[in-house]
């Protein structure tokens, strides 16, 4: 059996792969907090909760409406979208020129009020979320053995990444986002609608996490829990990565998701905490994180 540092090359692999799809699922989602943070300066403490919702969307589409996989796949990032664009503007829009803990505030209650709805409803333990039949098995790499949906996974993120970063940083849109948070008077003198834009922002980070929620259904089933269970390990990538860097967050979600997969490797026990030791290291370096501006 080939051995690497004395490690089985199936079992680093193993968890390098692991490590892989959770960076994934850190990276979408704490791209939708540097979106969300970076052009609103709103820190979303309901993101966690809108992931969940994007899971419960899709497992909701397939028990009651018979939708399968693919469409709700659409459909569930569209759904919490929407969701998050009526919130920004019966509620986000009146905190913008109030100092950013109230937002917080406001956000961290919303995610305890939905979280707690579906407790009520749905119970605390998971509901099984099946993969589409497309998807269904593995390929035998040699070295190890890749379920086809883990793989999925990595290159759908992969492409949501990529495509969001350059909506943000390359198209006349994404500059009229960022004019907008930085000089709403001047914009508003070109004819352009601010407050459309601003829910836009807002409902493209919630459409990215309910988008997570629902790649991450067949993996870690569908659980009212499972935005609280994650939401703090992303805060620290977006801290890590710097807030409000969109780059940083997608970097920073994958490289942090590998760290924790190799700690499962060589030290189990720190596999838990290995993120917040990072996060703390790099505060003390750059207290703006590593792609952040001070």
């Given at each position: 059996?080939?051995?690497?540092?004395?490690?089985?090359?199936?079992?680093?692999?193993?968890?390098?792969?692991?490590?892989?799809?959770?960076?994934?699922?850190?990276?979408?989602?704490?791209?939708?907090?540097?979106?969300?943070?970076?052009?609103?300066?709103?820190?979303?403490?309901?993101?966690?909760?809108?992931?969940?919702?994007?899971?419960?969307?899709?497992?909701?589409?397939?028990?009651?409406?018979?939708?399968?996989?693919?469409?709700?796949?659409?459909?569930?990032?569209?759904?919490?979208?929407?969701?998050?664009?009526?919130?920004?503007?019966?509620?986000?829009?009146?905190?913008?020129?109030?100092?950013?803990?109230?937002?917080?505030?406001?956000?961290?209650?919303?995610?305890?009020?939905?979280?707690?709805?579906?407790?009520?409803?749905?119970?605390?333990?998971?509901?099984?979320?099946?993969?589409?039949?497309?998807?269904?098995?593995?390929?035998?790499?040699?070295?190890?053995?890749l379920p086809n949906y883990r793989g999925f996974i990595v290159v759908a993120s992969l492409v949501v990444c990529l495509a969001t970063?350059?909506?943000?940083?390359?198209?006349?849109?994404?500059?009229?986002?960022?004019?907008?948070?930085?000089?709403?008077?001047?914009?508003?003198?070109?004819?352009?609608?601010?407050?459309?834009?601003?829910?836009?922002?807002?409902?493209?980070?919630?459409?990215?996490?309910?988008?997570?929620?629902?790649?991450?259904?067949?993996?870690?089933?569908?659980?009212?829990?499972?935005?609280?269970?994650?939401?703090?390990?992303?805060?620290?990538?977006?801290?890590?990565?710097?807030?409000?860097?969109?780059?940083?967050?997608?970097?920073?979600?994958?490289?942090?998701?590998?760290?924790?997969?190799?700690?499962?490797?060589?030290?189990?026990?720190?596999?838990?905490?290995?993120?917040?030791?990072?996060?703390?290291?790099?505060?003390?370096?750059?207290?703006?994180?590593?792609?952040?501006?001070?």
């Amino acid at each position: 059996m080939t051995m690497i540092f004395g490690v089985p090359i199936q079992a680093l692999m193993g968890q390098l792969l692991v490590g892989l799809i959770n960076g994934s699922f850190y990276a979408m989602l704490s791209l939708g907090l540097a979106v969300i943070f970076g052009l609103l300066r709103i820190i979303n403490f309901a993101h966690g909760a809108q992931y969940m919702l994007g899971a419960f969307a899709g497992y909701l589409l397939l028990t009651y409406g018979g939708i399968g996989f693919w469409p709700s796949l659409i459909l569930a990032p569209l759904i919490v979208g929407l969701a998050g664009g009526l919130i920004e503007r019966l509620a986000l829009s009146r905190l913008y020129d109030l100092d950013h803990l109230y937002g917080l505030l406001f956000t961290f209650g919303l995610a305890l009020v939905l979280e707690g709805t579906f407790r009520y409803y749905f119970g605390a333990s998971g509901q099984p979320y099946a993969p589409p039949p497309q998807l269904a098995g593995g390929t035998n790499l040699g070295f190890m053995f890749l379920p086809n949906y883990r793989g999925f996974i990595v290159v759908a993120s992969l492409v949501v990444c990529l495509a969001t970063w350059l909506l943000i940083e390359k198209t006349k849109l994404g500059a009229y986002l960022r004019a907008a948070t930085e000089n709403p008077t001047l914009v508003r003198a070109f004819g352009i609608n601010v407050p459309l834009l601003l829910t836009f922002t807002y409902g493209l980070g919630a459409a990215l996490a309910g988008l997570t929620g629902i790649l991450a259904a067949p993996v870690y089933q569908v659980s009212p829990l499972m935005g609280s269970n994650i939401i703090i390990i992303v805060f620290a990538v977006v801290v890590v990565g710097g807030m409000g860097s969109i780059g940083g967050a997608i970097v920073t979600g994958y490289l942090l998701g590998l760290c924790e997969g190799l700690a499962k490797v060589f030290y189990p026990e720190a596999s838990n905490i290995v993120i917040f030791v990072i996060m703390a290291l790099v505060l003390l370096v750059r207290p703006a994180g590593l792609f952040g501006r001070a």
